[in-house]
């Protein structure tokens, strides 16, 4: 295991109420290392933080100790499975399919109404 690896490890098991769901996955690419992290979903807003301040500090944290072993390191925080936000997307792809769902058609023949009947209809309502 690196260090990056170790060090973010550590960092987000003392900030994290279920340290056993901690995952970290270590890839490395022409881009860099890229550090992949899932926790549980209980425990997601102590990894962002208010506005995400939480997991800007520890972004840079680990930019500093890329710079210490000469690479670039990022973080990728994966969202868990029944967090709010896979909730939310459920929710908005309902609103799309209904949205997008076709509408019957109208009668072929359309039924006009004088206008003395049509406030007649308003005065009945």
Do not use: C, H, W
């Amino acid at each position: 295991m690196q260090a990056d690896q170790q060090f973010l490890e550590y960092v987000i098991k003392a900030l994290v109420d279920v340290p056993d769901q901690v995952k970290v996955v270590r890839t490395v690419d022409e881009m860099g290392v890229l550090l992949t992290l899932e926790v549980s979903a209980a425990d997601m807003g102590k990894i962002i933080g208010r506005q995400g301040n939480t997991a800007k500090s520890i972004r840079t944290l680990l930019r500093v100790v890329g710079m210490k072993n000469n690479s670039r390191v990022n973080l990728k925080i994966n969202e868990p499975v029944g967090g709010l936000k896979s909730a939310e997307r459920m929710a908005s792809a309902g609103t799309a399919n209904a949205a997008t769902a076709p509408v019957a058609p109208l009668s072929s023949s359309p039924v006009t109404k004088s206008l003395d009947d049509a406030m007649a209809d308003l005065k009945l309502e």
